[in-house]
């Protein structure tokens, strides 16, 4: 499996991190139904910051992302981005999400659009930028994630890889501050992990705020500022990725460590 | 047991296969004793079938008679068709006035070469002229039937839509021959396609208020000859109920099925009570109703004909039917779908009307295109409450003293004419799937 790891797992990048706030979650807490998935869950996030979030399935590690960008309502507690207070007001929601870009595990491409579409279309919509200046920006994305040749094609024909490259390209499109990554690598055969990890990486590198739900340890280790282990809706354990994988405090921690590794 | 490939295994044409006309004949009509036997049989079945029809209607059927007795003096058990020969006009036009036929012609004429640009290639601004047709059409096709004064009103949307026509014929031919749109056309041969926006909005402005100024003077002059619509009927009456009906149809049912899902209790409730009340009662009730029932509701003074009621019944039980065509499309759109389209910002609408209702629809083009032949078959039921529309027309052949009792070649003339209009619809409906298909395109 060692051909699934990115080539830059040998060396850790270089923090990009500054003391501006990005992202400030206070005592945030959601139930589904009874059910209690985000425990009083406090995390700040500066900008350019990387964070890895891990834990087992269920532990409410999507569901956490997603209430950053209003795809989960949060029932208590406060969500800041760059700001910006959540709430109802409908303007302030699709302010953020402008300002907030996300990559699913289904990749989530609009099937009847070809892929220079897939990257024009929320520019154009709702940037209203000109066709033509969105199709040569959308053009310089697909360059940089190494598919501008599939442009005209629709997303049925590309494979995993290559679709989700386009997802991240997509979201890039709208230049957001901060990038969520949700379990970006896991619907991809391990031949086509690599590809898109790559992506990531060089996308690290230009110092995009980050948050990612991944299990690919190899790259948390790459990429990471701060891995944070989540259990039963709660944070357990965080830490510089370095001490979080030699030195796991927390039991639940080194028993999950211990089962991936 | 461990194993290594050591040579290539070369590809092989396949065997007998469905290919060749041979091997089709062999693998579905021939495979075994029994389906040999079967097939046999059916040929046979087909054969007489089709050899007892040809002889009613074609060898031993009569063309040109005066009367339903000459044709049985010609030939007793052939198939009256001069019978059908003589009500012709009255099949397509009802008792619409002979000398004004061309009216009816015309109108359908102009409809076709409004919308003609939408299937041509090359031409630009596809959502405006479809917009146009729906919008501006009626209006010039509503004035060219019934005629009569012109009220003020009238005589403003019918110049609009006459310089619209030719705006989008000019826009249409400019573009099929390559030259882009009207718009950069018109600047470009007046040179202002380098002027400053405000001065080409001016000129455009200008041109256009100058030819709805000219068209708006120039039909003050004239004016066509009342025609009631009690003397609409025959096929052109079915396409009227059934045109108007499908033009509406979709748009209504696509409200109404968001209106069903919607988050809003009160939207959501009234929407779902109306779609379930016109779903729950037969068509012909919910006409019934219209023509007995509606002018009730009215205030006093205030009187609708019965065409308009009619219509107005068609459509709204179309419109519901259709609202569950489309929810059914929606529902089968993944809930990612509307998370990537939140993800980049989009609204409620632009989330609808870019991402979720293009791939609905298209999953939808059989069921809709199904409604609508539905809809087209339905408005014969029209027949029932007195209007004369192309089946009502074609009973009332058997009734009149030369034809009297001319019942089985006016109802197949009818079925023919029902089945040519469907099955281009549904032929049509294929190709729209195989076209918008992107899924298996490779």
Known sequence: ?261 | MAYVKTKDTPSRTPPLNESSVLGWLKINLFDTLYSSVLTVLVLIAVFFAVKALWVWGISDGVWIANSRRECFKISIDGACWAGIFAWFDSIFYGRYPRTDLWRIDLGGILLIVWMAPLWLPRVQGKILIGLSTVALYPFLAGYLFTGGDKGIFMQIMLSAAIVCFFATTANAIIGFLGGGNLIAFILRKTGKNKAPEKQQRNMLLTILAIGFIAVFLWQRGWSLEGVTWTRWGGLFLTFVIAGIGIASALPGGILLALGRRSKLPVVRVLCTSFIELFRSVPLITVLFMATTMFPLFMPEGFVLNKLVQVIIAVCLFNACYMAETVRAGLQAIPRGQYEGAHTIGLGYWGTIGLIIMPQALKHMIPNIVGSFIGLLKDTTLVSIIGLFDVLNILRTISRDSPWLGLHQETLVFGAMLFFIICFAMSKYSRHLEVKLSTTHKN
């Open chain 1, 1 to 261: 499996m060692n051909n699934s790891k990115p080539e830059a797992v040998q060396g850790q990048l270089v923090s990009a991190a500054s003391s501006e706030i990005m992202i400030d979650l206070n005592k945030v807490n959601k139930w589904y139904g009874a059910f209690h998935v985000i425990k009083d869950v406090d995390l700040v996030v500066h900008k350019g910051e990387r964070i890895v979030v891990c834990g087992p399935s269920g532990s409410g590690k999507s569901t956490l992302i997603r209430c950053i960008n209003h795809l989960e309502k949060h029932q208590e507690g406060t969500i800041v981005v760059d700001g910006i207070t959540l709430d109802k007001n409908l303007k302030n929601i699709d302010h953020i999400r402008t300002e907030v870009g996300m990559v699913f595990q289904s990749f989530n491409l609009f099937p009847h659009l070809t892929i220079l579409e897939n990257l024009t279309l929320g520019p154009i919509w709702v940037r209203k930028m000109p066709k033509a200046e969105a199709e040569i920006n959308a053009m310089k994305y697909l360059e940089r994630v190494k598919i501008p040749e599939q442009a005209d094609k629709y997303p049925g024909q590309l494979s995993g890889g290559q679709q989700q490259r386009v997802a991240i390209a997509r979201s890039l499109c709208m230049n957001p501050k901060i990038m969520l990554f949700d379990e970006p690598t896991s619907a991809l055969d391990p031949e086509m992990i690599k590809e898109v990890l790559d992506v990531m990486v060089e996308l690290a590198e230009t110092g995009m705020t980050m948050i990612v739900v991944t299990h690919e340890m190899g790259f948390a280790k790459t990429i990471a500022d701060r891995v944070i282990f989540m259990d039963e809706g709660e944070i357990v354990e965080e830490n510089e990725p370095n001490a979080f994988f030699n030195n796991p405090q927390h039991e639940r921690t080194r028993l999950f460590l211990s089962q991936i590794l």
